[in-house]
């Protein structure tokens, strides 16, 4: 008898990658803990309407009850994004999870490990993890910046997330060999914000120019993930000096409230929210959005790259 696979596929995403169609993973940790209910589940379903619409299948990865699962069913979804008690997986407590029949949603790190266990290349979601402000003293750098680093999965983000260092950030991604390309733009976008005044180390310009970037580097046989920056759409977008003083304004409040390891980002993301009356998160609705689009797009591009 053949061993158990370590995950499970949805019948959509099975299908699709039987026939060689364009998959997009999506993460799960930005619907439990990076909004609110009930704004996370409809972002969640029009994400993968996006994916569908630009003729790739969407494959939002989650632990139900133990199983890592790759493509949720809506009734699934819907589950995910209503429980209070969801763990937030990443490298270190993925099989946690799985070995203690628990359920828990999966970050950026963990999404990656997922996508490339079922050979699924290019994941979407909005901003990244990775180094936090005073990590000199807290020693706090997200592990999604490691696994961007060792596992070959193409991310599409609108940036790291801008309560982070993002100078910091992107000098640890260069020292790892982690490519980071700008669609469209010279100068890497800040999350809410189009800019963050730091050049993007790369541009590009279309998504197949993505897609034989990436093939490039498998051909070289460089290995490891790469990320692609997505400014955030200008109608949407937050100016950066108004998201400053916000950040400035949470990162005191998580001080004050001792704040530590996993819960930094959900809760500076929630005080965002509450400090800018609700309109960090609908900045953070229309990047995702907008990057789920392009990673489709990309995922389209790299058929033609097989
Ligand atoms: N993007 C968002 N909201 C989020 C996240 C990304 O728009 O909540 C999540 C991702 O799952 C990412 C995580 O991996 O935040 C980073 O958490 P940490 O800083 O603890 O590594
Ligand atoms: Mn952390």
Redo the contacts with the bound molecule.
Sequence with gaps: MAPASPFALSKDVAVAREAGRPVVAL????VT???PWPQNLAMARRVEAIIREEGAVPATVAVLDGRLRIGLEDAELESLASVRDAM?L?RADLAFAVATGRTG???????MIAAALAGIGVFA??????V?RGAETSF?I???LEELARTPVLVV??GA?AI?DLKKTYEVLETKGVPVVCDGADELPA?WSRGSGIPAPLRLDTPEAIAAFQAARETLGIGGGMLVANPVPEADALPQTVVEAWIDAALADAADRGIA??A???FL?QRMFELSDGRSLTA?IA??ENNARLAARIAVAMRGHG
């Design positions: 993460e799960s940790t930005i803990h990076g909004m937030k990443s949603a999966t970050t950026v790190a963990a999404t979601t909005g901003g990244i993890g990775g936090h706090d997200s592990a999604d983000c609108a997330k982070l999350f390891g996993k930094v980002t959900p993301l953070n990047l995702v």
